[in-house]
């Protein structure tokens, strides 16, 4: 009995040292905040500027700054890290010159992660008026609608989801309408940038799956850009919807399920006992009568 009660205070006087020696954690808050600069000069180029700013007091580590335009993208990594009351600044410029004019969506990710290596993202978006001089021509010819799912964390399978997205073209001609989700931390999209074809009067319902680490606990905000071109101008909107997720239980239901596997397994195995007494049962008489 000594010798348990001395193994058992030589393991806390261990713990003890290894808590006292071993550096504190330290976990702070970082609060990234993007401010977003544009220009278009005479000759069509896009000028852009972004400025990453960590406003909270913890430092954003491997920042990776995401530029998108319609189809075009661009991506700036190895920037280091982002300390606290820092701010990382990068410039791009653009030219196309088969760019169609209309509006634009500037869509801006920045990347980053905690100490602990926790990945994290921020959006940022702007509207980009492009050399749209034709008034009263910007008619928009495709209606949409996004319908997010909520989340129940209590399910069985409460970390999938889907998104439902329902198109309408009401143009007279084909549209090849994309999108690009951008989704809030914990939330994952299969293949975000999708595209479709839709022939006139054509209407078209998607679902795209949507998986939630089981760590979440609260939902977030998303948006979506989707674009398209018709009659020579480029049309885009962005959407903005808030992701759901509840705790409400749904013990009844599956009680339900469970109950009928339980008599199904059960069935089963009293049938099987019956069937196996009925093989022994005459055996066992002639051993009776052989005796």
């Known amino acids: 009995m000594k010798q348990i009660i001395d193994d058992t205070l030589l393991f806390a006087v261990v713990i003890l040292l290894v808590l006292c020696l071993s550096d504190p954690v330290f976990s702070g808050i970082i609060r990234t905040k993007i401010v977003c600069r544009h220009t278009v000069d005479r000759t069509g180029k896009v000028g852009i500027e972004v400025e990453v700013k960590n406003a909270g007091d913890a430092t954003a580590y491997n920042v990776v700054v995401s530029i998108f335009l319609a189809d075009w993208a661009q991506v700036y990594d190895n920037l280091g890290d982002n300390k606290p009351g820092g701010q990382i600044r990068v410039r791009s410029r653009f030219y196309n010159p088969d760019l169609n004019p209309g509006r634009y969506t500037l869509a801006i990710r920045v990347s980053f992660e905690e100490q602990s290596g926790r990945a994290h993202r921020a959006y940022h978006f702007s509207r980009i008026s492009y050399r749209l001089d034709r008034k009263g021509a910007y008619k928009p010819a495709l209606s949409f609608r996004l319908e997010p799912p909520v989340f129940n964390t209590k399910a069985f399978f409460g970390h999938k989801g889907k998104l439902k997205l329902f198109l309408e073209n009401s143009h007279a001609r084909r549209i090849s309408p994309s999108i690009f989700l951008c989704l809030p931390d914990g939330f994952r999209a299969y293949e975000p940038n999708r595209y479709y074809q839709l022939g006139p009067g054509e209407e078209r319902t998607d679902m795209i799956p949507i998986t939630m680490d089981r760590s979440v606990r609260k939902g977030g905000v998303y948006h979506a850009v989707l674009w398209y ?38 069935s089963v195995v009293v049938y099987y006992l019956n069937r196996r007494e009925k093989r022994i049962s005459p055996q066992a008489q002639r051993g009776d009568r052989d005796v």
């Open 229 to 266: 071109e018709v009659n020579g101008l480029h049309y885009s909107e962005l959407i903005k919807g808030r992701i759901g997720v509840e705790e409400r239980p749904v013990y009844f239901t599956w009680y339900l399920v469970l109950s009928t596997v339980c008599l199904v397994l059960l």
